[in-house]
């Protein structure tokens, strides 16, 4: 959707009372628009500066029951901080809004429309957030000329929003797993620690792991991503056992926070069970790693992790 993110830019933030957690102005070289992001805790202190009373796009974005998933809602208005004002009151989950207005007052509202379209629809489509917005409304009407125009100051904002941490218009990189069967000299690989063992409660477990054949919300080291070959699943007490595995196809970002969802090749197999035993207590609280040759002959967890 981006197509000037291969060329070099220049980004300059701007942080008026030294605090980058509260206010920040953000402006891109040789372009007409800024962006401004405002926490919510200190939207009072800043919603009367000129630029929310001008046209423009609010991005909304926090979290509820899920951490890994932010949730977003994307607006527009002739004045923004009217809009922004009733969502003080209407929408609790939104910590911080991301605002996007012209420097010279080009955008009007056929401008900020198009934009809003054109936003709910790329986050819909990269499956990055959880949208608040009710529907993905029909395109807007522009002329030919302005179309281009919007596009471009849209392809701006695309380009700022990962360098403020908001990756829910970006199309998450997929890698993929060069598979390399253990049967076919593996022994020469048994070093490496090619398995990730994740904790997994019985809901998660049966309606993921086993129904949709993927696991997410893992947090993996950048070093291990070229090593992972397996996933196998630590069923949570009453269970207290791996219980099965399942070769991974390939490995993409999941949400906005810098963890991962792991897609198998094929439906997990069962395997005898790897009891908890005498391991220490909180030993699988969190993903671990390991060999798959250990993962088929290992009995309990202190033996697999030796």
């Given at each position: ?51 929310f009373a001008q046209a423009g796009i ?6 509820g029951d899920d951490p890994d998933l ?8 002739d004045g923004v901080k009217d809009r ?223």
């Amino acid at each position: 959707m981006n197509d000037k993110a291969s060329k070099p830019y220049t980004i300059r933030l701007f942080i008026p009372d030294g605090d980058p957690n509260s206010f920040k102005i953000i402006d891109r070289m040789n372009w007409t628009g800024v962006g401004l992001e405002v926490a919510r805790d200190s939207w009072d202190k800043y919603k009367n500066r000129k630029e929310f009373a001008q046209a423009g796009i609010y991005i909304l974005i926090g979290y509820g029951d899920d951490p890994d998933l932010p949730i977003v809602y994307i607006g527009q208005g002739d004045g923004v901080k009217d809009r922004i004002e009733s969502h003080i009151k209407n929408k609790l989950f939104w910590d911080k809004v991301l605002v996007f207005i012209s420097s010279d007052g080009g955008l009007n509202r056929a401008h900020i429309t198009w934009i809003e379209w054109a936003l709910i629809k790329q986050a819909d489509k990269m499956k990055r957030c959880k949208l608040d917005n009710n529907a993905i409304p029909n395109e807007p009407t522009l002329t030919e000329s302005d179309k281009a125009d919007t596009q471009e100051f849209l392809n701006e904002m695309l380009s700022i929003f990962p360098l403020v941490e908001i990756r829910v218009f970006d199309k998450a990189k997929k890698i993929e797993v060069d598979y390399k069967p253990h049967t076919e000299g593996y022994s020469k690989r048994t070093k490496v620690q090619d398995t990730i063992v994740v904790p997994a409660q019985e809901d998660g477990f049966r309606e993921v792991f086993l129904g949709e054949n993927r696991w997410y919300a893992i947090r993996i080291s950048g070093g291990k991503l070229d090593d992972i070959q397996y996933i196998a699943a630590y069923q949570t007490a009453p269970v207290s056992a791996i219980t099965h595995y399942a070769e991974v196809e390939s490995i993409e970002a999941y949400g906005d926070g810098g963890k991962y969802q792991l897609n198998f090749r094929a439906p997990a197999i069962e395997i005898e069970p790897i009891r908890f035993g005498d391991a220490k207590s909180g030993s699988m609280q969190a993903p671990r790693y390991t060999t798959f040759e250990k993962l088929m002959n290992s009995k309990t967890i202190k033996e697999l992790f030796e």
